[in-house]
């Protein structure tokens, strides 16, 4: 198994001018959190999507350089809630900002400020949290670029918050990124080993990467009424095998998740054991099945049982 999750290990001890802390990744659905921290890191840690919302539990992600150790909390975008679940979900990312020593408040360079970015803006001006104006996506309409960052610098300026433009997906100017983020930290010791990228054990992962590939097959047609149980894991010598539950609330949906002669099922199957074969670095054996829970996004109980609960600062 890799040692990138073992939680274990020797911490060192940080030298005179290391600098260290939590920053939180704060914004709209879908504006490229999870991307920028992939980028970050260096390896896939958050699932990412073309559907939005699809980063559910405050994921941690770890840098550790010569210089710092820069641990990122990944949190769901902050929406206007419809059920439980997405009560809970905007909950958790707004307490996050009063647990870090950094906000990269992220928006999307390819659009103007919007109603959805102010209110993050005028959430952020009431905390006492550093924050700095990640404006992502400036690859994309190069042409109304000079209005779109106009808009920006504006909310920038007027809060006094410094702006770092880059494209987490292309990775264009993310060391200039890296740098401000490192230079806004104060002076700190590791938190965790320098060889660590994530504090979320493997099943936690596992199950991510499956619900990613649900996400990317199925799109609007199971938007985010699908939760993942790992149910089971049995490391053997030479083949990891590894049994997971697909949680949906509806039998239609079930339908789609499996699919005609289960051929969707067999898709999701095989692309998500290739991701799971990258995470633990030896060959797996996926076992998946769909169960259908009605109105669990819902239901607190049933939302504890699958992990969703809110946490703690």
């Known amino acids: 198994m890799t040692q990138d999750f073992d939680l274990n290990p020797t911490i060192p001890a940080a030298p005179a001018d290391f600098r260290s802390g939590f920053v939180a990744l704060i914004g709209r659905p879908n504006v490229g959190k999870s991307t920028l921290m992939n980028q970050l890191i260096g390896q896939k ?11 559910r539990n405050r994921l941690r992600g770890i840098l ?33 900002v009063g647990a870090v020593d950094l906000v990269v408040f992220i928006v999307d360079g390819a659009v103007p400020l919007g109603k959805g970015d102010q209110f993050i803006a005028d959430f952020l001006v009431k905390t006492e949290a550093k924050v700095i104006l990640g404006v992502n996506k400036i690859d994309q309409r190069p042409d109304k670029r ?13 809060n006094h918050w410094q702006l770092q433009e880059f494209s987490a997906l292309a990775g264009d100017r993310l060391p200039e990124l890296q740098d401000k983020l490192i230079q806004a930290l104060d002076p700190g010791p590791y938190y965790y080993p320098p060889d ?11 199950a991510e990467l499956i619900r990613e590939q649900i996400l990317l097959h199925t799109r609007q047609e199971i938007p985010h009424s ?10 053997g010598e030479e083949i990891t095998e590894v049994r997971a539950a697909i949680n949906v609330e509806r039998n239609s949906q079930k339908g789609i998740i499996i699919g005609k002669k289960g051929a969707m099922l067999k898709t999701i199957g095989t692309a998500a054991r290739q991701q799971i074969q990258k995470l633990i670095a030896g060959k797996v054996y996926l076992e998946l099945f769909v169960k259908v829970q009605p109105k669990w996004r819902q239901s ?5 049982e699958l992990g969703y609960r809110l946490e703690d600062n």
């Open 226 to 235: 699908v939760a993942i149980a790992i149910e089971q894991v049995n490391e």
């Open 45 to 55: 840690v958050a699932i990412t999507s073309p559907v939005a919302q699809t980063t």
């Open 196 to 206: 660590l990228i994530t504090d979320q054990p493997e099943r936690f992962i596992m």
């Open 64 to 96: 550790s350089t010569d210089q710092a150790q820069i641990i990122f909390v990944d949190t769901p975008g902050i929406h206007k809630p419809h059920h439980e679940l997405g009560k809970i979900l905007v909950k958790n990312a707004r307490s996050t």
């Open 300 to 304: 607190r109980t049933r939302l504890a």
């Open 146 to 158: 000079p209005e779109i960052l106009a808009s920006y610098q504006a909310l920038a300026t007027q």
